[in-house]
């Protein structure tokens, strides 16, 4: 009976030094953008990852399936007492959504403009963005506690504007509830779909979050092949589009 406690504790030790090593490799491999070509090299799927602060209600947006101080000093650029620079900690950050894009070139300019739109919102357009919001009665950012919704609301606005504006068809974001996408009116149909994350408990999130890529990957392969063949058989050669040309500078 000792030996199999003993036994039982080594491998819960193991476990927690595996997902402490796979955290600390997520972040450096988050560190700085990515290309197309670099999130190829990477082995990692054309995806767009949205964690939300469980403190402040904000979001931040990632390339992969992990998160680096860098991206927190590039989104969040003009701190305030209403939108304070979140800390990195990795258990104030928990995944909102998973977006699955049809190509790199359609990941790559849905997170360049994501990141755009919010630092629009935070700089230039910070007037016009607080009227949009809903305030309390001293006319500031409504909040419970230190949590402000406002802010998850408004990355889920931007994320169907980009999909939108930039129409990025076949197109899947995963919830971490569905109810978090709002209403089926602000999304296009026609270009995205909805599903639903799998449950899991957080101290394995970055597990399910690598499987989820491994998964993308496959399927985006499959898709690839598929087009390829059919482009062979019709005798067209594939089309490259930018479709990061246009985005706001």
């Known amino acids: 009976m000792a ?18 090593a796979r955290k600390v490799l997520g972040a450096r491999i988050a560190q700085g953008f990515k290309s197309a070509q670099d999130l190829q090299k990477l082995n990692l799927a054309p995806q767009v990852f949205m964690y939300k602060n469980m403190f402040s209600g904000q979001v931040l947006y990632s390339q992969t399936p992990g998160y680096h101080q860098d991206q927190i000093d590039e989104q969040f650029v003009r701190p305030n007492w209403e939108n304070r620079k979140p800390s990195r900690r990795n258990d104030m950050w928990r995944i909102m959504c998973v977006v699955n894009f049809a190509s790199y070139e359609y990941a790559v300019a849905a997170y360049e403009g994501l990141v755009q739109l919010r630092k629009v919102r935070d700089t230039m357009s910070r007037a016009e963005a607080k009227q949009t919001r ?31 504006e930039f129409e990025l068809e076949n197109t899947t974001a995963m919830w971490e509830s569905l109810w978090r996408k709002g209403e089926e009116e602000h999304w296009r149909q026609d270009l995205v779909q909805h599903d639903v994350l799998p449950l899991t408990n957080p101290r394995f999130e970055t597990v399910m979050l ?28 594939t089309d490259n589009v930018d479709i990061t040309e246009g985005l706001p500078v």
């Open 3 to 20: 030996m199999k406690l003993r036994a039982e504790k080594k491998m819960r030790k193991h476990l927690i030094e595996q997902l402490k």
């Open 134 to 164: 809903k305030l309390n009665e001293d006319g500031n950012i409504w909040y419970y506690g230190q949590y402000r919704p406002t802010y998850s609301q408004e990355a889920v606005a931007d994320l169907a504007h980009v999909i939108e």
């Open 210 to 237: 690598d499987e989820l890529r491994e998964k993308a990957l496959h399927a985006f392969a499959q898709e690839r092949e598929l087009s390829q063949n059919t482009e062979l058989v019709e005798g067209r050669p």
